[in-house]
């Protein structure tokens, strides 16, 4: 008898599927895909997309980084890319492709610790990189509004209003919320459930979960297993931490709560000491009782808004932000680096330094209303230039040729270039500021604080 069936495994006479396609749609289905067509193979394809790997790698290029376990340089990788990838391309569509486990170094945080980074190879951080371009949009349609790390649109910026805004609100208390050692300490399971509800391609998700479990090599060679924890330091990081945390803003959102999130550091706003009090020990019981993350107690309180630090800022007697006194030690103790007598370095080389440092840094808490600081550490910067070119010219007879040619008086340059007091004290005297006048310095490039605060805070025209 002639089979009647049609292409698609449909009867004619009853219009409905065959045994066999039934069979073939429950191993589909299995596989993470619907009506015969299995999602699986279009999300894989959809990474492995040569647009979306061109722009993984024009990422993973420009933000450069060190070498993983197999020291290739991202110069080394389209030489290695060329010979290599059709393989490394049909290993992932078959679910056969292992990360290699991540470089373990250690980042000097301000505190005098050490955070633990852990390097991919570059290969894998393009691979993580195609994977976060296209598992981002999916997760990020239901992020919270209150989530401002890792995202696109959203800055630390937009975090730290928070705190001006919850004060003009009413809200004079706070929650500082600190999660100890989270990238190292995030259950694998939860996070794999919370990736299963929007991703139902299967090997995308063991190729995540191997990602996850590739282990660390630490500086002696020695292989570490990672059964928790995501490596800091990989492109799909992020993405996954936000992940992994977004119960926790969906728990704050419900209770009805102000807060902003950056990463594992967030802020919840209330009315009162008492109502700061209960959110505390709320959040600590749902934290770690359903979110299996430790809160560091150490860095975690109930405070006056005023007394709490939030991304390096915090708010000063007039409710206004301001940075941190933590972070003004820690931006003068970087200038003493870079402008350190002892360096030795070119003072064009030490120039262009401090005005990617001093423009960083200001760029970051432009929000900050320090005028009066902004313009004392102008001054303190200028005088650690001319410490540095004093210190550069070194002999009686440099320093004389120098002086003379910057317009100092021939009678009495020997009163400087002789001078014996020290560095510190010469670089103030009133006829070296003569000569290295603040309108020279900055014709050198040395940075100035003050005029790049007014610009960043008014525009290219000073306030009249």
């Not at 067509?37 to 394809?45: F, G, K, V």
């Not at 989530?147 to 001006?164: I, K, L, N, T, W």
């Not at 107690?297 to 932000?321: D, H, V, W």
């Not at 370095?345 to 330094?353: A, F, G, K, R, S």
């Amino acid at each position: 008898m002639k089979d009647r069936t049609n292409e698609e495994g449909i009867d004619p006479a009853t219009d409905k599927p065959t045994d066999d396609a039934r069979r073939r749609g429950a191993l589909e289905s299995r596989d993470g895909g619907t009506h015969g067509a299995p999602q699986e193979r279009t999300l894989i394809e959809e990474i492995l997309e040569p647009e979306n790997l061109s722009q993984a790698w024009k990422r993973v290029k420009r933000n450069k980084g060190a070498p993983g376990i197999d020291g290739m340089t991202v110069e080394d990788f389209p030489a290695f890319a060329r010979e290599h990838w059709p393989r490394i391309a049909i290993a992932i569509r078959e679910g056969k492709y292992r990360p290699a486990p991540v470089k373990r170094v250690w980042i000097p945080k301000p505190d005098g610790s050490k955070r633990p980074l852990g390097i991919p190879t570059v290969l894998d951080r393009v691979i993580q990189q195609a994977f976060a371009q296209v598992l981002g949009p999916l997760f990020e349609v239901s992020f919270s509004e209150h989530s401002h790390g890792y995202r696109p649109g959203r800055s630390a910026h937009q975090a730290v209003a928070v705190m001006e805004e919850s004060w003009k609100e009413g809200r004079r208390h706070a929650v500082e919320c600190d999660l100890k050692s989270f990238f190292d300490t995030v259950n694998h399971d939860r996070l794999m459930g919370a990736l299963r509800e929007k991703v139902k391609c299967r090997k995308t998700l063991r190729l995540i979960r191997h990602f996850l479990t590739a282990g660390v090599e630490l500086p002696c060679g020695t292989l570490e297993a990672t059964p928790l924890g995501v490596p800091q330091g990989g492109p799909l990081s992020p993405l996954l931490a936000n992940i992994a945390l977004d119960p926790l803003d969906k728990e704050l959102e419900t209770r009805g709560h102000k807060f902003a999130r950056y990463a594992d550091d967030f802020i919840v706003t209330v009315k009162s000491a008492n109502a700061a009090k209960r959110v505390m020990a709320s959040l600590i019981r749902f934290t770690e009782g359903q979110l299996q993350l430790i809160v560091n107690r150490a860095k975690s309180r109930a405070a006056p808004l005023k007394t709490c630090e939030f991304l390096g800022y915090r708010l000063n007697n007039r409710a206004k932000l301001a940075w941190t006194d933590k972070a003004h030690h820690r931006f003068k103790e970087r200038i003493k680096e870079i402008t350190s007598r002892n360096r030795g370095h070119n003072v064009q080389t030490v120039i262009h330094e401090l005005n990617l440092y001093v423009r960083g840094w200001l760029n970051y808490y432009k929000l900050s209303s320090t005028y009066g600081e902004v313009r004392d550490l102008a001054g303190w910067i200028r005088r650690r230039v001319r410490l540095y070119y004093w210190k550069q010219w070194k002999q009686p007879r440099t320093r004389r040729r120098n002086l003379l040619a910057l317009g100092v008086d021939p009678k009495q340059v020997h009163m400087a270039s002789r001078c014996r007091k020290g560095y510190w004290r010469t670089s103030q005297i009133e006829i070296v500021r003569y000569a290295l006048n603040n309108r020279w310095l900055e014709e050198q490039g040395v940075p100035d604080m003050e005029a790049i605060w007014i610009v960043l805070h008014y525009g290219e025209k000073s306030p009249s």
